[in-house]
């Protein structure tokens, strides 16, 4: 049976809302208290199978030199798309209701799996290199229409090219790392100059990121058809911004300091063979990109989002949004194909984020920004009191993804990161 099989059992029990069946197996980074050398594990249940042990004990040897006692997926990630598949047919098949060897072995069972819950999760990536899209349509044309023209939000290039920015790959963290609110330089409108402040317009951005999976060598463009064999898998991913900073700076080269204090990512990677079953039809392009963006087929994914915000001390959180993956417009294939035209490399780890997601309704977009139209239309919260327009210290936020199948679903975990103050001697 194939690892995607919806009728596959594992002798692990699995609860039918559980991110993590035997159809998953997302692979992460872990640690224990007992062990704290991080190693690599894949997520079943609410159990981690440690890849390090059945590597060390000959069950899993997908090279010559061991990969999963590294603190880093990127050696297994850099064997290649025909090792991924082998590595996790053969987890798939130790799992199994039906296969013997792990299920009767207590002492392997003992060695092997871990609680979820004694588990700290770490960066399962070394990224190399963090480029950040804008593909969602409508939150350009959100954008657009706040600060410039609604008649002209998009801007003319939007339609005919994946638009994007280089990010910055040292401040990519995992989740559960607290987000500190950073300091910068803004210039409110009521201001004859900038002044230096602590930033008054937190926001996230509700994102996906893939992961790639190989190197390319400089000068070599990906087409879009070399580009889905050459992406890993994907994970959630927050685009923290300070709006107020962004707003001041951005012009002409992009934002700066207004996104590279922090991005958060999920820690579990789900594979793309994995979300294979989940694969739809992107929306229709017109007018026709360029030969060298062009694609048939279905080249999106069917992945409900959501995002939670929860005060330091409210008792429940609040979903702010909800929205799906499968409308953004330019698919992940045209995304590195562009990335790639002008013989710009990529390498094994880099992340490569989808951009703000939101969708056509008040309540799917993915961002403060626009949820509340620029703080023109706070939110109430579920306690029908407290207000939100962008984030306070303390908030937390919470990006939730998931591939809904029938009777499972592939899920791909949280990212959640709180908001610190400033540091006291900053202000
Ligand atoms: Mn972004």
Redesign the pocket.
């Known amino acids: 049976m194939h690892p995607n099989d919806p009728a596959l059992k594992s002798f692990i029990d699995v609860a039918e809302q559980s991110d993590f069946p035997i159809q998953n197996l997302p692979f992460g980074i872990f640690s224990t208290a007992a062990q704290p050398q991080a190693r690599a594990g894949v997520a079943v249940g609410d159990w981690v199978l440690d890849l390090s042990v059945l590597e060390s004990k000959g069950l899993l040897k997908p090279a010559a030199h061991d990969v999963f006692g590294d603190a880093t997926l990127n050696a297994f990630i850099g064997l290649g798309r025909q090792m991924w598949r082998e590595t996790r047919e053969a987890i798939s098949l130790l799992l199994r209701h039906d296969n013997p060897v792990l299920r009767d072995d207590a002492v392997l069972r003992s060695l092997a799996l871990v609680s979820r819950s004694e588990v700290q999760m770490h960066l399962p990536i070394k990224v190399g290199g963090y480029t950040?899209f804008y593909s969602s349509k409508e939150h350009a044309t959100n954008v657009g229409s706040m600060f410039r023209d609604p008649a002209n939000a998009l801007l003319p290039n939007w339609l005919h090219l994946p638009v994007g920015y280089n990010g910055r790959a040292s401040s990519v963290i995992v989740s559960g790392v607290d987000v500190r609110r950073p300091m910068g330089q803004v210039k409110p409108p009521s201001a004859e100059q900038p002044l230096f402040a602590a930033c008054a317009k937190l926001d996230f951005?509700l994102?996906t990121a893939f992961i790639i999976g190989g190197d390319t060598a400089l000068g070599a463009a990906v087409t879009v058809s070399e580009a889905e064999p050459l992406m890993f898998g994907m994970v959630l991913l927050n685009?923290w911004?300070a709006r107020d900073i962004q707003q001041w700076e951005y012009v002409p080269l992009g934002p700066f300091n207004a996104k590279t204090f922090a991005t958060s990512i999920s820690p579990w990677i789900v594979t793309m063979e994995a979300l294979e079953p989940f694969r739809v039809p992107g929306p229709v392009q017109a007018p026709e990109p360029l030969p060298y963006l062009r694609q048939s087929g279905a080249h999106s994914f069917d992945i409900a989002l959501s995002v939670d915000l929860q005060p330091e001390n409210a008792e429940k959180p609040t979903t702010i949004c909800r929205t799906n993956y499968r409308a953004m417009y330019w698919s992940m294939a045209q995304q590195l194909a562009h990335h790639t035209v002008s013989g710009c490399n990529v390498s094994v780890g880099d992340l490569m984020?989808s951009?703000?997601i939101s969708g056509a309704t008040p309540d799917s977009c993915g961002s403060m920004l626009e949820l509340s139209w620029n703080g023109q239309r706070p939110l109430t919260l579920v306690d029908g009191i407290t207000q939100r327009s962008f984030l306070e210290d303390g908030d937390r936020v919470t990006l939730r993804g998931w591939c809904q199948g029938a009777g499972y679903r592939i899920g791909f975990g949280e990212v959640a990161a709180r908001v610190l103050p400033v540091l006291p001697n900053r202000c």
């Open positions: 950040d951005e994102e685009d911004s984020a951009g703000t």
